[in-house]
């Protein structure tokens, strides 16, 4: 993996008691090896919270699960906390941006890393106003391929996958013309 020197450190929240509404919805194929399997279909959630960080900027938290309906999954469970009953069938994960819940979000450290995990996804409560999403917001299918050796999580290569490509149309053949051209007239 390449690092690069010039990336940024985001700041994370602190552990307690958040309100989040879900910014982006990130369907990719994760590519590194997990349990000895390869190419598992991934589902990442981004929320934005009500608390901004030291430049003024809401904090962003993301969960990450693999991307299973089953009803004993975690993305099963947590989508239905986000939507307070069972998912519909068939279950599209672009109707789950906008919705707002409480999240409790605990800080913890792992390998002199800090972490923002969320424990809990609740319903709001009577009169909690839920944040906006900022107007800078750029949706991760919506961002320019990275090329400094991350990888994109929008990956276009997932969407051929479950869907053939379109065949560009060939051309008509055009009629041969039965009149000689100039330089077939001109024989010697």
């Given at each position: 993996m390449l690092i690069d020197a010039n990336t940024k450190?985001?700041?994370?929240?602190?552990s307690g008691d958040y309100i989040g509404r879900i910014a982006d919805v990130v369907d990719y194929v994760e590519d590194q090896p997990r349990w000895g399997k390869k190419n598992v279909p991934v589902l990442r959630l981004v929320w934005v919270l009500n608390a901004n960080d030291t430049e003024g900027k809401p904090f962003r938290v993301a969960k990450k699960y693999t991307a299973s309906m089953h009803e004993k999954?975690?993305?099963?469970?947590?989508v239905k906390s986000i939507?307070?009953?069972?998912?519909?069938?068939?279950f599209e994960s672009e109707d789950l941006i906008g919705k707002?819940?409480?999240?409790?979000?605990?800080?913890?450290?792992?390998?002199?890393?800090?972490?923002a995990?969320?424990?809990?996804?609740?319903?709001?409560l009577p009169g909690a106003v839920a944040p906006s999403v900022p107007a800078d917001f750029v949706r991760a299918k919506d961002r320019p391929a990275q090329t400094n050796g991350?990888?994109?999580?929008?990956?276009p290569a997932v969407q051929a996958a479950k869907a053939p490509a379109?065949?560009?149309?060939?051309?008509a053949p055009q009629p041969q013309s039965t009149v000689p051209t100039t330089e077939e007239q001109i024989v010697f």
């Open positions: 450190v985001y700041e994370k929240p602190e999954s975690n993305l099963y469970s947590d939507l307070g009953t069972a998912p519909p069938v068939p707002c819940n409480r999240l409790v979000i605990e800080q913890e450290e792992n390998d002199g890393r800090v972490y995990n969320i424990r809990a996804i609740l319903k709001m991350t990888r994109a999580y929008a990956a379109p065949q560009a149309a060939k051309p």
